[in-house]
C-alpha cells in the first residue's frame, strides 16, 4: 500500500509537516518495504488554491491513504473524491506514524476538514523557503519537534490598503481675465491632460479586470461530453448541459486548472472574463 505522509524534510526521520496543503514535502511511502518517494510541495508558496494543488499532486500518484496534521476543505473534497483515505492529527517523524498506521494505531478520522480554509497562511517573516508562512511554518522547515497538536492562532491575510489621490491640474483663468484665443488655449491643454489621466485609468481598470477572474472556456466542438472536468473541479463549476460541459457558475472558478488537465480532448482552456 502506498501512504502520504506530509513532512519538514525529505527522510523517513524527519518530522510530520502539520499542514497538508503547505507543507515542505510528500513522502511517498510502500508500506511493504518502507521504500519511499520524496515529493516537494512546488505550490506550498501559493497565496491562493495550495491545498488544492497539493491534493492534485496526491492523488497523481496513486496513494491509497493521506497522514498529516491538518487539511482544509477543498483539499479535503479533492482527496475524497479520489476515495483516499485521510488520517490527520499525526505527531512525530514519517517512520513512527507509518509504524503506527501499519500496526492499527491511527484510524482515519471524521469525514469533515480539521481546519478553515487558507489555514497556515501567516504574515511571518521567515527568511527560508517557507517565506511569509508565520512562525509556525519556519518552525516546521527547521525541523524542531512539536510539543502540541494544538494549531497555531490563525493569522488573517490583510490585503494592501490602496488609495487614490486626485491628480492636480493647473485650472485655467476665469474667462474674463484672458483674451479668448489664450483662454482657448488653456481649455485645450486642460482638456489634453484630463485625456492622459482617463486613458491611464482605463488601462490600469482593464488590467486589473484581466487578473481578476479567469475562467474555463470550452469547445464544443470537441468536447465529448465525458463528464471528467465536471468530476474534477472542487467547486462545482462545471455543469452537463445539452451532453455538452458548460460553465455555470463562473464566480466560483479558482483557476485552479483541475478541469483542464483531467480533459482528455483538451476541449478546455483557461480564459479571461
Given at each position: 500500500?502506498?501512504v502520504c505522509v506530509t513532512a519538514v524534510g525529505a527522510s523517513l526521520d524527519a518530522q510530520v509537516d502539520l499542514r497538508f496543503?503547505?507543507?515542505?514535502?510528500?513522502?511517498?511511502?510502500?508500506?511493504?518495504?518502507?521504500?519511499?518517494?520524496?515529493?516537494?510541495?512546488?505550490?506550498?508558496?501559493?497565496?491562493?488554491?495550495?491545498?488544492?494543488?497539493?491534493?492534485?499532486?496526491?492523488?497523481?500518484?496513486?496513494?491509497?491513504?493521506?497522514?498529516?496534521?491538518?487539511?482544509?476543505?477543498?483539499?479535503?473534497?479533492?482527496?475524497?473524491?479520489?476515495?483516499?483515505?485521510?488520517?490527520?492529527?499525526?505527531?512525530?517523524?514519517?517512520?513512527?506514524?507509518?509504524?503506527?498506521?501499519?500496526?492499527?494505531?491511527?484510524?482515519?478520522g471524521a469525514d469533515l476538514p480539521n481546519v478553515p480554509a487558507h489555514f497556515g497562511v501567516g504574515m511571518g517573516r521567515g527568511?527560508?523557503?517557507?517565506?511569509?508562512?508565520?512562525?509556525?511554518?519556519?518552525?516546521?522547515?527547521?525541523?524542531?519537534?512539536?510539543?502540541?497538536?494544538?494549531?497555531?492562532?490563525?493569522?488573517?491575510?490583510?490585503?494592501?490598503?490602496?488609495?487614490?489621490?486626485?491628480?492636480?491640474?493647473?485650472?485655467?483663468?476665469?474667462?474674463?481675465?484672458?483674451?479668448?484665443?489664450?483662454?482657448?488655449?488653456?481649455?485645450?491643454?486642460?482638456?489634453?491632460?484630463?485625456?492622459?489621466?482617463?486613458?491611464?485609468?482605463?488601462?490600469?481598470?482593464?488590467?486589473?479586470?484581466?487578473?481578476?477572474?479567469?475562467?474555463?472556456?470550452?469547445?464544443?466542438n470537441t468536447c465529448n461530453g465525458c463528464g471528467a472536468c465536471i468530476n474534477a473541479c472542487p467547486n462545482r463549476v462545471l455543469?452537463?448541459?445539452?451532453?455538452?460541459?458548460?460553465?455555470?457558475?463562473?464566480?466560483?472558478?479558482?483557476?485552479?486548472?483541475?478541469?483542464?488537465?483531467?480533459?482528455?480532448?483538451?476541449?478546455?482552456?483557461?480564459?479571461?472574463?
Amino acid at each position: 500500500m502506498k501512504v502520504c505522509v506530509t513532512a519538514v524534510g525529505a527522510s523517513l526521520d524527519a518530522q510530520v509537516d502539520l499542514r497538508f496543503g503547505r507543507c515542505a514535502y510528500f513522502m511517498i511511502v510502500d508500506t511493504s518495504n518502507m521504500k519511499f518517494e520524496a515529493l516537494p510541495n512546488v505550490g506550498a508558496g501559493a497565496m491562493h488554491g495550495a491545498g488544492v494543488q497539493a491534493a492534485q499532486m496526491v492523488v497523481n500518484k496513486g496513494v491509497q491513504v493521506v497522514i498529516t496534521g491538518s487539511v482544509g476543505p477543498n483539499a479535503h473534497q479533492v482527496l475524497s473524491a479520489a476515495g483516499i483515505k485521510i488520517i490527520a492529527g499525526a505527531v512525530g517523524t514519517v517512520r513512527e506514524v507509518v509504524d503506527r498506521y501499519k500496526s492499527g494505531q491511527l484510524q482515519e478520522g471524521a469525514d469533515l476538514p480539521n481546519v478553515p480554509a487558507h489555514f497556515g497562511v501567516g504574515m511571518g517573516r521567515g527568511t527560508g523557503r517557507r517565506l511569509g508562512m508565520g512562525r509556525r511554518g519556519m518552525r516546521a522547515f527547521s525541523g524542531a519537534s512539536y510539543q502540541s497538536t494544538c494549531p497555531q492562532p490563525i493569522v488573517q491575510w490583510q490585503p494592501p490598503e490602496y488609495s487614490y489621490q486626485e491628480p492636480i491640474y493647473d485650472q485655467p483663468a476665469p474667462p474674463t481675465s484672458l483674451k479668448p484665443q489664450d483662454e482657448l488655449a488653456s481649455l485645450e491643454d486642460y482638456r489634453k491632460k484630463l485625456g492622459d489621466e482617463l486613458r491611464s485609468i482605463e488601462a490600469r481598470t482593464k488590467e486589473l479586470k484581466d487578473l481578476a477572474q479567469k475562467i474555463p472556456k470550452i469547445n464544443l466542438n470537441t468536447c465529448n461530453g465525458c463528464g471528467a472536468c465536471i468530476n474534477a473541479c472542487p467547486n462545482r463549476v462545471l455543469g452537463l448541459v445539452n451532453g455538452k460541459a458548460r460553465v455555470i457558475h463562473a464566480e466560483a472558478c479558482t483557476n485552479c486548472g483541475l478541469c483542464t488537465n483531467s480533459c482528455p480532448n483538451n476541449a478546455i482552456e483557461i480564459q479571461s472574463v
